[in-house]
């Protein structure tokens, strides 16, 4: 039984381990393989701050918010580990803040303590009238994603370091399934107008007082379209640009300006840091993950795709919950294989 | 007496802080702080300098809430301000846990420091061995950056700083006017109080970036304060011991107790331990007295035995010994005035 993930950021990385980890035992002749053109640290995932946190609102996506709470829960598990340094993963608290009151997100009980803002804390954002307090989790992909490549190395995973032309191509080598978490370029593999950038730029900086994540909220430009501050365990990641349908990975000086400028007058000792370095990415913006199983016909064979892709700038937040979702998916698919009795877990 | 003279000894953050305090109460006064060490090597480089109250038995309550109060309002100021980074002010959120319920479920301070209140259910899990806890957001001074700040702000305003080793307040009487006693520990020899007595403290300071909460122990022997560049992990209360020598098996047992508290410090790098001795007295004495010796009189005014609540409460302390100071200068203008008559 051999399964290709095509796509090796958070996504790919850590669907790969769930279902090894699930399948290895059970399946014997389970042989896993990573395909990506690009690796840690120059995925989508490595740009990222790392800060769990869904959208403000849900849109009534209850199933992306489970995803979400089955990561964080996941994630709680695993802080007191030994490998929590390793894997990047650390409580960080702080502020969510608005211009005029809106109502709880559908994270507010996933995260620790969460709380409106009292009006002196309110003194601290000068223009900002409303706003949450909470704990919740950072996981740094510069960590996590080396993390998780050990632990596939550690189970005789295979890397391959290419660029996947299409799902046929490794159904031509004898692959049985192909797990697709190939982010912004899934378009490239099968068309999928739904999938655009959501464009994001940050400043890394060196800001070692700053504990707390702040992140400001113009309900009228959007999301992360107005001023962050995420402060990470070597740096500080400064941010608040989303461009939907900007293909452009250059970093763009109007935009660092912005950043810049916006982030100094959130809090001005910021003015006197200094700037370790600058990134684009491409968020991989979709009305909702694709999280799917799509059959392939190749003349009487049937070839089975899992699409696990169109994150959007919640990978990190969401992706333990797609990654086990994307394994009950391979578990329905080796039962009608008659590869497997039942599928371990629960049902769902 | 047109520009007085006022030595302060001392140059902790009690010395430091009252001395910028009396130059901005008396901005005519000529102020020189004497001390024979300054920052890095004083007791508040120590210290975590995190703003948490300790009690003081024989203060009364509403006169350390005002202390605190002052001293909150100050900083909070600073941190929010651009300087913030350069006076090592940051704000700091966190958890104080108790193994069993205390008595007192909400301190004097709870509605001083930002957002305190009991921590919930699931954010207690993340502490097994302990039953109750309050969550909250406090400031952190950062020392030596701290100290360093202060020191800036005095030369600024034209004082002096000498290293000067003043083994008797009396010393002084012929070069100033006034004498302020910020020695901290220093004042048990210098002006032979008994009531003040050593707590020795005994700390590490790791390299721990990604700890960004505080997390005490009820109990106040065990704290890990991350500060802008190390995490302050302790510590020991030895009441009496006046050892500034790092204990190696204290060093061991300060590190597993934090580490169960927090196991990711396991991977802490760069350990450095520190002690200092906490000038500890039952009350903070701020005080007025005249020494007088053969019709010669030095007014002097005392600000020491601020223990473990130094940082908590030395802008609320600096404030009223500058005022004391104020009513000194009043009482010496007063007598010269006598004297002309």
């Known amino acids: 039984m051999r399964v290709a993930v095509i796509g090796a950021g958070v996504i790919g990385l850590s669907s790969a381990l769930c279902i090894h980890e699930q399948f290895h035992g059970l399946v014997p002749s389970l042989e896993l393989e990573v395909y990506a053109d690009h690796f840690t640290p120059h995925t989508t995932s490595d740009g990222a701050a790392g800060l769990w946190q869904p959208y403000l609102s849900d849109h009534g996506n209850l199933q992306e918010t489970l995803w979400n709470k089955e990561t964080f829960d996941y994630l709680l598990g695993h802080l007191h580990s030994p490998a929590a340094k390793e894997m990047g993963l650390f409580l960080i608290s702080g502020y969510n803040l608005f211009t005029e009151p809106v109502p709880d997100p559908s994270w507010k009980n996933i995260v620790l303590g969460f709380r409106n803002l009292t009006p002196k804390e309110l003194q601290l954002f000068p223009g900002y009238s409303y706003g949450w307090f909470n704990t919740a989790l950072m996981l740094e992909g510069r960590s996590y994603l080396p993390w998780l490549t050990n632990r596939l190395t550690q189970r005789g995973v295979k890397f391959f370091h290419k660029k996947v032309e299409s799902f046929q191509e490794l159904f031509a080598q004898g692959v049985d399934v192909v797990l697709n978490c190939s982010g912004m370029r899934a378009g490239d593999l099968q068309p999928d107008p739904e999938l655009q950038p959501g464009r994001g730029q940050v400043i890394k900086v060196l800001a070692p007082w700053v504990k707390h994540f702040i992140i400001t909220h113009d309900l009228k430009s959007g999301i992360y379209n107005s001023p962050y501050i995420i402060p990470g365990s070597e740096f500080t990641v400064l941010g608040g640009i989303y461009q939907f349908g900007n293909w452009s990975e250059e970093n763009s000086a109007k935009d660092r300006k912005s950043i810049w400028d916006s982030c100094c007058r959130l809090l001005p000792a910021l003015q006197k840091v200094k700037i370790v370095g600058e990134w684009s990415g491409l968020r991989p913006a979709r009305p909702s993950v694709r999280l799917e199983r799509e059959s392939v016909h190749l003349g009487n064979l049937q070839a089975e795709v899992i699409h696990n892709y169109g994150h959007g700038g919640f990978g990190i937040t969401i992706h333990w919950g797609c990654a086990m979702a994307a394994a009950r998916i391979f578990g329905s698919i080796l039962q009608e294989k008659k590869q497997l009795a039942t599928p371990p877990g629960p049902r769902l | ?341």
């Open chain 2, 1 to 341: 007496m047109a520009s007085p003279k006022v030595a302060v000894v001392g140059a902790g953050v009690i010395g430091l802080s009252t001395a910028l305090c009396i130059t901005e109460t008396c901005p005519s006064c000529s102020v020189t702080v004497l001390s024979d060490q300054f920052s890095p090597n004083t007791t508040s480089d120590v210290a975590a300098g995190m703003l948490i109250p300790h009690t003081y038995p024989d203060t009364p309550v509403h006169r350390q809430r005002q202390w605190f109060k002052e001293t909150f309002t100050y900083l909070f100021a600073i941190s929010n301000s651009c300087e913030a980074s350069e006076a090592g002010i940051h704000l700091v959120s966190g958890w104080q846990v108790f193994k069993s319920t205390p008595k007192e479920e909400l301190p004097f301070w709870s509605d001083i420091v930002l957002g305190f209140r009991p921590m919930s259910e699931a954010e207690l899990q993340k502490f097994p061995q302990h039953q109750f806890g309050q969550a909250f957001t406090t400031l952190k001074c950062d020392c030596p950056p701290y100290l360093l700040w202060l020191e800036k702000r005095l030369k600024a305003t034209g004082a002096q700083m000498y290293t000067r080793k003043v083994a008797d307040l009396w010393e002084l009487h012929s070069e100033y006017d006034i004498v302020v006693n910020c020695t901290g520990m220093g004042a048990h020899q210098l002006v032979g109080d008994k009531q003040l007595f050593p707590v020795r403290g005994q700390v590490l300071k790791v390299h721990a970036p990604w700890v960004k909460h505080f997390i005490r122990d009820g109990d106040g022997l065990t704290y890990i304060y991350p500060g802008i560049h190390r995490v302050t992990l302790g510590g020991t209360r030895d009441k009496g011991s006046w050892s500034l020598s790092p204990d190696p098996g204290t060093t061991r047992d300060i590190f597993d107790r934090c580490c169960s508290l927090e196991p990711s410090l396991q991977g802490a790098q760069d350990i450095e331990v520190k002690v200092g001795l906490r000038p500890s007295r039952q009350c903070v004495r701020v005080q007025r007295e005249v020494l007088s010796q053969g019709g010669v009189k030095l007014p002097v005014v005392h600000n020491y035995g601020h223990g473990a609540g130094g940082f908590s409460v030395h802008r609320g302390t600096a404030n009223e010994a500058a005022h004391l100071v104020g009513e000194c200068i009043s009482a010496l203008q007063g007598s010269s005035l006598r004297a002309k008559l």
